[in-house]
């Protein structure tokens, strides 16, 4: 235990409009990953390449010991793969991609199929035509699942879930790492998701790595201080707050760096501080987002 | 290579493309039967029908299995499998060309026989030359939809394909001499007919290094 | 083993401190006895859809704070002489004295006004009690 399931280093895959770049990731195995970040940051990108899907310009990869893209058929044997923009053949039905699926992967297990099946509240006998946006994400989910791979990467597996599918499939997610060796990295936009059942978060902007930390002191170093300051005073930005709103007498400084001592400068200069406030993951993701965009104080 | 990886996809596509396999079987039964029932009407309308049949066949089923799969983003999940680009091409051109030649031999064979039985044995040349055609488009299009993976470009080759059958056949058929060889009676094989059979052979060939040597450089699989 | 606990995104506070909280009260009331096997961190962490890494902060924690006790290899278990009883009505009370402070502060009552307020409802409680 306690090794690595995946490793990126100083990635990278230049395309016409979009570069990655300077990729350094690493999924330690038992571990769940969230991998977060705005629309066109790369993080498919980034998960393609770790199944070998893309060839990258620069830099290593290895997964489960293999290094891609050259070793990605042995490496593919214990990943599973679902991505959004993926999908299943239209004319079949569920239960012939599970046979299919079942044919190639002696790991499948029926019993659990069978389970998942009704967790996810699907019938085997539809076509995948018929089926619903969020039926076919089961779907998909499902016979990645049911084979129980080492690896699992996930491209927004809850977009578009209703809550219920949601819950559920936090629920098998979590259960993964009640089995030694096995590991998870999934992208997601629900924030919530990703704030709850993460051990870690990285966060990708714009072809590059912004923060890969473990989500627990992720979340410690981020809060909103707000402060009541002196009539006509401003208060200056200290080292470590990336946002700083005043208004009148009251200001609020968010900061990516929070120590203990933070409320004691401020009071050392005259304000007075009215609260620390911790931040929910999309309140980060945004100011984080916000700020590299815009700059501080925007 | 897996073979039995290649094996599963491959079975997988002849599954999937049954319907077609199947309408194409028809199609090929009913050409052959209106030939068979004799009258040069009958005969023109069978030809013609089965050479309508070989292009279809030569053009859905690719185009079906490579580009839609590749459109509807089914090809993310076969190649989320354990199958490496090469086995992935391997499969899809055995299974394409497996199906297509089924039904090519079954009706070509059927038609040049039929035209030795029934006296026309000299139209056996431009027979083979005129089936050929459809197969070579076939490879075509099954190397430029493998590589380009584009609905585009693959619509572009199925009709340049289909356009240049009639033109083809419209001047190759006004040459003097093939049309003497062709009435003459008797089986001729003339140069110029071998050297465009010879053509269609290589297109095929061609078509098929070049599918296996780009498909092995593409560094973006989806 | 399932915990029946419940974590809330509702709930203002982060998640560890919500499941030590519960382990607490488990404690108290003693659905845990002092000695008993809880569940490993793993365990919890699946059963409650969370993070492994929030589940072990919370059971650091709970064992810095003497209520667990967690051997490499064995899990983890209620400490022996544990207890939390009082120790979950002290914080009760401090997260409920700490809300009436912020609340005196914005009506602009200083200390000595949010006692007398303090010293009216305790005279009133009482003398409904006693009726």
């Known amino acids: 235990m306690n090794g690595v399931a995946a ?67 042995a490496a593919k044997w214990d990943i599973g793969f679902a991505s959004e923009d993926m999908q299943l053949y239209e004319s079949e039905t569920l239960d012939w991609h599970m046979r299919f699926v079942r044919s190639i992967y ?40 049911a084979r129980r791979p080492r690896l699992l990467l996930l491209d927004e597996p809850t977009t578009g879930l209703d809550p219920v599918a949601r819950h559920e499939v936090l629920r098998e997610l979590t259960d993964v790492l009640t ?39 992720f979340l410690e170093r981020w809060r909103r201080v707000r402060v009541e300051v002196p009539t006509g005073v401003r208060l200056p930005a200290l080292a470590g707050v990336i946002e700083l709103r005043q208004d009148g007498r009251l200001a609020v400084a968010t900061t990516n760096a929070f120590a203990a001592d933070m409320p004691q400068v401020y009071e050392a200069m005259g304000a007075r501080v009215q609260g620390v406030e911790r931040m929910t993951l999309e309140e980060i993701f945004v100011a984080s987002v916000q700020n590299s965009r815009e700059g501080p104080g925007a | 290579m897996n073979y039995a990886m ?46 309508v049949v070989l292009i279809l066949i030569g053009v859905i089923p690719p185009m079906w299995n490579i580009v839609q799969e590749r ?15 090469m086995e992935f091409t391997t499969a899809k051109v055995v299974a394409n060309a497996s199906l297509y030649c089924l039904v090519w031999l079954g009706i070509v064979a059927s038609v040049l026989w039929m035209l030795a039985a029934g006296g026309y044995a000299s139209w056996i040349p431009l027979g083979i030359l005129a089936s050929l055609a459809p197969m070579a488009a076939f490879f075509l299009l099954v190397a430029v939809a493998l590589v380009t993976e584009s609905e585009k470009w693959s619509m572009v080759v199925m009709g340049a394909c289909n356009v240049s059958y009639s033109f083809a056949w419209f001047l190759l058929v006004r040459l003097p001499q093939v049309r003497a060889d062709a009435t003459s009676g008797a089986l001729v094989w003339s140069s110029l007919i071998v050297s465009i059979i010879a053509i269609e052979l290589g297109v095929i060939v061609l078509s098929l290094v070049l599918t296996f040597y780009l498909q092995s450089r593409k560094t973006n699989f989806i | 083993m399932l915990s029946g606990f419940l974590i809330s995104q ?33 365990q919890l ?19 810095r704070e003497g209520v667990i006790v967690t051997q490499h ?23 409920h004295l700490e809300r009436a402070v912020r609340a005196a502060e914005v009506l602009g009552l200083d200390s000595e006004a949010l006692q007398s307020r303090l010293r009216e409802v305790t005279a009133r409680l009482t003398k409904e009690e006693t009726r």
């Open chain 2, 6 to 51: 290649v094996g599963r996809l491959v079975l997988k596509d002849w599954y999937l493309n049954r319907l077609a396999l199947s309408l194409a079987v028809a199609g090929g039964a009913v050409a052959l039967g209106l030939i068979l029932r004799g009258g040069e009407l009958a005969g023109v309308l069978g030809l013609s029908f089965a050479f």
């Open chain 1, 179 to 217: 089995e030694d060796g096995r590991s998870v990295l999934f992208s997601s936009h629900n924030t919530q998701d990703v704030e709850q059942i993460s051990d870690q978060i990285t966060f990708i902007d714009r072809g590059r790595i912004v923060e890969s930390r473990d989500k627990e002191s």
């Open chain 1, 7 to 73: 490793r990126l280093t100083g990635v990278g895959k230049d395309y016409r409009y979009f570069s990655l770049d300077d990729i350094h990731l690493e999924i330690p195995e038992g571990h769940i990953v969230g991998f977060i970040g705005p629309n066109g940051a790369g993080k498919s990108t980034t998960i393609r390449i770790l199944m070998g899907l893309v060839h990258q310009d620069r830099g290593e990869v290895s997964v489960l010991g293999h290094r891609m893209p050259a070793e990605q058929v």
């Open chain 2, 71 to 85: 459109k509807n983003k089914s090809l993310a999940f076969v190649m989320s499998l354990p199958v490496s680009a």
């Open chain 3, 73 to 95: 290899g064995k899990g983890s278990m209620v400490a022996q002489g544990a207890d939390v009883s009082s120790r979950i009505q002290e914080e009760d009370l401090m997260q």
């Open chain 3, 45 to 63: 962490a699946a059963d409650l859809r969370v993070s492994v890494i929030t589940v072990k902060r919370a059971y650091l924690e709970l064992e």
């Open chain 3, 10 to 42: 509702a709930d203002g506070r982060p998640m560890y401190l919500q499941i030590m909280e519960q382990v607490k009260r488990k404690v108290a009331v003693g659905d845990w006895q002092p000695g008993q096997v809880i569940p490993s961190i793993r």
């Open chain 1, 106 to 145: 002696e790991a499948w297990d029926e019993d659990y199929a069978r389970t998942l099946r009704k967790r996810f509240d699907l019938r085997a006998e539809q076509r995948i035509k018929g089926m619903s946006h969020g039926q076919r994400t089961k779907a998909m989910l499902l016979l990645v699942l």
